[in-house]
């Protein structure tokens, strides 16, 4: 499928954690265009960290270059302050993982439910 527009992605367990926080996919798109803008916290190699749901909640987001977005990770302040070096660095290299994949791989995993297109008025 050729995209022409940026796409907008999270995975399972994101969609999960949200539909439990009760962050809607609309509010999920405001963040990803705050994030679009720089309102996040760079934590190098396409991984951002943005706050959520009147800051309660916490999102990890993998970048593509303006591409694609990929919720990667939620969690409530409450539970965690932040993640951690390692689980860092792993966003990283899931980070590279995605700006390697080719559309006919983000079309399979679209197609098998391992992401969850958002943000797409279609």
Not at 2 to 12: A, E, I, K, L, S
Not at 22 to 36: F, T
Not at 57 to 71: D, P
């Given at each position: 499928?050729?995209?022409?527009?940026?796409?907008?992605?999270?995975?399972?367990?994101?969609?999960?954690?949200?539909?439990?926080?009760?962050?809607?996919?609309?509010?999920?798109?405001?963040?990803?265009?705050?994030?679009?803008?720089?309102?996040?916290?760079?934590?190098?190699?396409?991984?951002?960290?943005?706050?959520?749901?009147?800051?309660?909640?916490?999102s990890?987001?993998?970048?593509?270059?303006?591409?694609?977005?990929?919720?990667?990770?939620?969690?409530?302040?409450?539970?965690r302050?932040?993640?951690?070096?390692?689980?860092?660095?792993?966003?990283?290299?899931?980070?590279?993982?995605?700006?390697?994949?080719?559309?006919?791989?983000?079309?399979?995993?679209?197609?098998?439910?391992?992401?969850?297109?958002?943000?797409?008025?279609?």
């Amino acid at each position: 499928m050729q995209r022409d527009v940026r796409t907008d992605f999270q995975n399972g367990v994101v969609f999960q954690a949200a539909k439990k926080a009760r962050i809607s996919d609309r509010a999920l798109c405001k963040a990803i265009e705050q994030v679009a803008r720089g309102q996040a916290d760079d934590l190098g190699g396409g991984v951002f960290k943005k706050r959520l749901n009147d800051n309660m909640h916490r999102s990890i987001v993998l970048a593509k270059a303006g591409e694609y977005w990929v919720f990667a990770y939620l969690f409530a302040k409450k539970d965690r302050a932040n993640i951690d070096d390692d689980e860092l660095m792993a966003f990283r290299k899931l980070a590279e993982l995605y700006r390697r994949k080719t559309q006919a791989e983000l079309d399979a995993e679209i197609g098998t439910g391992a992401l969850l297109e958002i943000c797409n008025d279609d």
